[in-house]
């Protein structure tokens, strides 16, 4: 349970992997992930009936549509972290793509417990395994 | 619970507060803090029972002391991150000073369930507000 033996490197862990709304497990933490994203162009509309979701952006800058009830978007730069609460449809995007660090329970799926019609470049997924080269 | 309503932008947050080894609560995900803190010298061996902790170097250096059973120290460059696992008794340093991201379970004191003695520099505590100034 939990742990990584040896320090992950951020750079190291984003050149493992190119393909975008693909989440890789950096590590785990208790019952939580530490999730590492490509974002590049747009998500899906979803929710998260139970969970809230952290987003820290590691590089480039992403959006986050939210119906909160009414829509409206928060811009995320290089640098800057969001929580979208639980309940809350949301669809994150990059339009010049991103490197983002996500923390959610063990299991939560990238699309959530509901959704628009998944388009194909979107992952859903729970996460993969993140492969380092060396 | 959980949710920020607006990003918070990590410069700014560090910008908020000078004092190391005093995390600030920067965010809720569930029941669990995204912690930011200063470290600057030596914090104090201690343990957590029952929770991993999860660090991320966001500017500088650290270092994490870890008898796992024999001794050994991970250095974490920025940009890195390390999970501590529950029961790993653990001393983290950043010999020049360094800004960090955590996250555990609300609730978790800083100094752990079990520690040698507090020296006077290290905060014991569960996090404090994180107080923007704009």
Chains 1, 2 share one sequence.
Request: hydrophobic residues 40%; aromatic residues 8%.
């Amino acid at each position: 349970m939990g742990g990584v033996n040896t320090p992950i490197d951020l750079t190291a862990a984003f050149a493992a992997f190119d393909q975008a709304w693909s989440p890789r497990l950096a590590a785990r933490v208790n019952d939580y992930d530490i999730r590492l994203a490509r974002f590049a162009g747009e998500h899906v509309w979803h929710v998260h009936n139970d969970t809230d979701e952290f987003f820290l952006v590691i590089a480039g800058e992403i959006e986050i549509a939210l119906r909160d009830p009414d829509e409206r978007t928060v811009v995320l730069p290089q640098g800057s972290l969001f929580v979208v609460p639980r309940g809350t449809y949301h669809k994150p995007s990059s339009a010049g793509g991103a490197q983002v660090l996500l923390v959610e329970p063990t299991g939560t799926l990238s699309v959530g417990d509901d959704h628009d019609e998944v388009p194909a470049h979107v992952d859903a997924t729970t996460g993969h395994a993140l492969e380092l080269t060396s």
